[in-house]
């Protein structure tokens, strides 16, 4: 079985720019959840998409969205990017109730310059 | 809002030995579950143990352990005939079983772990 795929592995954007990273689940999962990595605030909870809905949503700014399509395929988009926004971007996947495990995928380094 | 900390940044241990990760967590929940994940430079967090916090029983998988004091809030990962695959950074998580908030893991800061040959 296929695990978590993110896309790209590595990104460098400049500030004012915007960015798109890419999350495919491991087959028959309908959960997504994404995080931020930071050397200072560690990891982060962005926001969690189950079928195509957003069901749950971490403290950060509306420059960051996501969304899910009817493959389960997550994308996230940071808008007017900023140099706080550098990070190692995670995201897991589950089959979406409290008893399954979630499996991550190897991240998407974002460096903004 | 539920908390998780992780007060020790770096511990090392022999090849062979036993170490262990201390974690301690903070909720008004009274079920919940605990996780350790663990973190080797190629960045993928891989769950290395769980914990139902209504089970009075201590998860155990192969050579990882954990000590579950759901009264002291603590949850501590016991490694134990420590391999140089070891070497990784280790974070605990917490995560509600309420609906609505059951699919966010709250992490703790992390430790870094060393295996000396």
């Known amino acids: 079985k296929a695990g978590v795929t993110q896309t790209p592995r590595y990104l460098i954007k400049t500030r004012g720019q915007q960015v798109t990273l890419s999350c495919s689940p491991i087959?028959?999962?309908?959960?997504v959840s994404w995080y931020q990595q930071t050397p200072g605030q560690g990891l982060q909870f962005l926001f969690e998409?189950?079928?195509?809905?957003?069901?749950n949503k971490g403290n950060f700014p509306g420059r960051f969205s996501g969304r899910q399509f009817s493959n389960s395929r997550s994308e996230m988009n940071v808008s007017t990017l900023e140099l706080g926004d550098s990070a190692l971007y995670l995201c897991?996947?589950?089959?979406?109730?409290?008893?399954?495990?979630?499996?991550f995928g190897q991240g998407t380094r974002l460096t903004v310059v | 809002a539920q908390t998780v900390t992780q007060s020790q940044p770096e511990m090392s241990v022999q090849e062979a030995e036993t170490v262990t990760l201390s974690c301690t967590y903070d909720?008004?929940?009274?079920?919940?579950?605990l996780f350790w994940y663990k973190q080797p430079p190629s960045r993928q967090m891989i769950l290395v143990i769980r914990?139902?916090?209504?089970?009075?029983q201590n998860a155990t998988e192969n050579r990882f352990s954990v000590n579950f004091q759901k009264a002291a809030k603590s949850f501590s990962l016991k490694i134990s005939d420590s391999q140089l695959g070891d070497a990784a950074m280790y974070f605990c998580?917490?995560?509600?079983?309420?609906?609505?908030?059951?699919?966010?893991?709250?992490f703790g800061k992390g430790i870094t772990l060393s295996v000396r040959p």
């Open positions: 998409y189950f079928s195509e809905t957003q069901r």
């Open positions: 087959s028959g999962h309908r959960s």
């Open positions: 914990q139902e916090a209504y089970k009075q």
């Open positions: 998580a917490y995560r509600s079983v309420v609906t609505g908030a059951n699919s966010k893991l709250t």
């Open positions: 897991a996947s589950s089959y979406g109730t409290v008893e399954n495990e979630a499996f």
């Open positions: 909720t008004s929940e009274s079920d919940y579950y």
